[in-house]
T-cell receptor, first 112, second 114 residues
């Protein structure tokens, strides 16, 4: 079945450094790749997404890159701040549907 | 707009008891979802509904039933709760298959089965 692998499971960085989280997916028909941020005890919230016809998308300090050939996509956070500390989930659509398969999450800690 | 709402926020059940988790959205979305979240396992889809009157199984449907009562409401029922169903349950909604896929999540229900 469809699968999304996410690495690393935990990531600690110093404030101001960059953070990179990587995901691979198995369904070659996937065409939508969102990233969600979940703060402790809260609901997941979308921070950025990318569709299969785009290789890169940027929103201020956050960027996502997609390599469809390798079935690989990544989240890049620059100039990290303590408020970036949270769990981040990648996901991939199941084919051309609006159902998602989620990765297992990355706990990011940004130390002041 | 309240977005996606869920009740209850917390629930403790004994093994074998039944309960229904309620979810409602006021964004006129077509698609609704139920997920469970367990430590280290991310979000796993339990059931999905593309429109009123239709439901489809997700990755982990065993032990659950759902009902899409109308466009706004999507409920999840545990007929005979088991300790393995201890989890945090999230409901979500999205506009539906097409050009826009963002899923909006509810605040979650923390369920403990003893």
């Amino acid at each position: 079945g469809e699968n999304v692998e996410q690495h690393p499971s935990t990531l600690s960085v110093q404030e101001g450094d960059s953070a990179v989280i990587k995901c691979t997916y198995s369904d070659s028909a996937s065409n939508y790749f969102p990233w969600y941020k979940q703060e402790l005890g809260k609901r997941p919230q979308l921070i950025i997404d990318i569709r299969s016809n785009v290789g890169e998308k940027k929103d201020q300090r956050i960027a996502v890159t997609l390599n469809k050939t390798a079935k690989h996509f990544s989240l890049h956070i620059t100039e990290t701040q303590p408020e970036d500390s949270a769990v981040y989930f990648c996901a991939a659509s199941i084919g051309n549907t609006d159902k998602l398969i989620f990765g297992t999450g990355t706990r990011l800690q940004v130390f002041p | 707009n309240a977005g996606v709402t869920q009740t209850p926020k917390f629930q403790v059940l004994k093994t074998g008891q039944s309960m229904t988790l309620q979810c409602a959205q006021d964004m006129n979305h077509n698609s609704m979802y139920w997920y469970r979240q367990d430590p280290g396992m991310g979000l796993r889809l339990i059931y999905y509904s593309a429109s009123e009157g239709t439901t489809d199984k997700g990755e982990v449907p065993n032990g659950y039933n759902v009902s899409r009562l109308n466009k706004r409401e999507f409920s999840l029922r545990l007929e005979s709760a088991a300790p393995s169903q201890t989890s945090v349950y999230f409901c979500a909604s999205s506009e539906g298959a097409g050009t826009y896929y963002e899923q909006y999540f509810g605040p979650g229900t923390r369920l403990t089965v003893t």
